[in-house]
């Protein structure tokens, strides 16, 4: 099962991360200059590939994608440590070999690095409300309504997209495997710690409160 889990994690996080990098490649080779309309189709392909992968993966690993995700439940004690790290491990390596593949796909030079700068206080903020908010989206649409987590996921990373500053990375493995691309989702390395740490901070946040909002109610008589 761990084998199964693991290989479904790598696989998921190499279509997820081929989909973020090369549906901004095309949709700004086709948006004519328009960021914008780039942006709508980025977010499009983002959104619809998210529901397909979980609904196809969920049930195999839990379709996290993401070591954010991955350390929550962790910490909630629903998986080991060694499961987690081989998680991450996979997310990353499959992930960056996403990447790769949509720059081979494109014509792009395999190896780059991104010089694409993201930085300030508005765009970390961004990073922690929208990891904050794609963790407790899971945590409430696991606890309230499971058939529903495909849908609600694509459906919040597709708001997130337009309604946080930095376009709702949130996921620390996609932001390292995005400095690794010179291209429209881009990020260059020197501002994948500050994304990362504002990651990290929404994603406890999101599990305090998560924690609170969907307790399961006592058994206690009253």
């Avoid at 606890?143 to 708001?159: D, E, N, Q």
Wanted: hydrophobic share 55%; with cysteine; proline share 5%.
């Amino acid at each position: 099962m761990t084998r199964r889990a693991i290989l479904a994690e790598a696989l998921g996080s190499f279509l997820l991360f081929a989909t973020v990098i090369g549906s901004g490649i095309m949709g700004e080779r086709l948006a004519g200059g328009s960021v914008a309309i780039a942006l709508l189709g980025n977010t499009i392909a983002t959104g619809a590939i998210l529901f397909v992968l979980i609904t196809m993966l969920g049930p195999v690993s839990g379709a996290h994608f993401n070591p954010a995700v991955t350390l929550v439940m962790r910490l909630r004690g629903e998986i080991s440590s060694r499961v987690a790290m081989a998680f991450v491990a996979a997310q990353l390596g499959g992930g960056i070999l996403g990447v790769w593949v949509a720059h081979l796909m494109f014509d792009l030079p395999i190896l780059e690095l991104s010089t694409k700068v993201r930085v300030g206080p508005g765009q970390l903020t961004g990073e922690a409300i929208a990891t904050f908010g794609l963790i407790l989206t899971i945590l409430g649409t696991v606890r309230m309504r499971p058939a529903a987590v495909p849908a609600s996921v694509a459906l919040y990373i597709t708001a997130a997209y337009w309604f946080t500053s930095s376009t709702s990375f949130a996921n620390p493995a996609i932001t390292v495997a995005r400095s690794l691309s010179n291209s429209f989702a881009g990020i260059a390395p020197a501002c994948v710690p500050g994304f990362i740490a504002a990651q990290l901070v929404g994603a406890i946040a999101a599990l305090l409160v998560g924690s609170t909002l969907f307790a399961r109610p006592s058994r206690e008589t009253p």
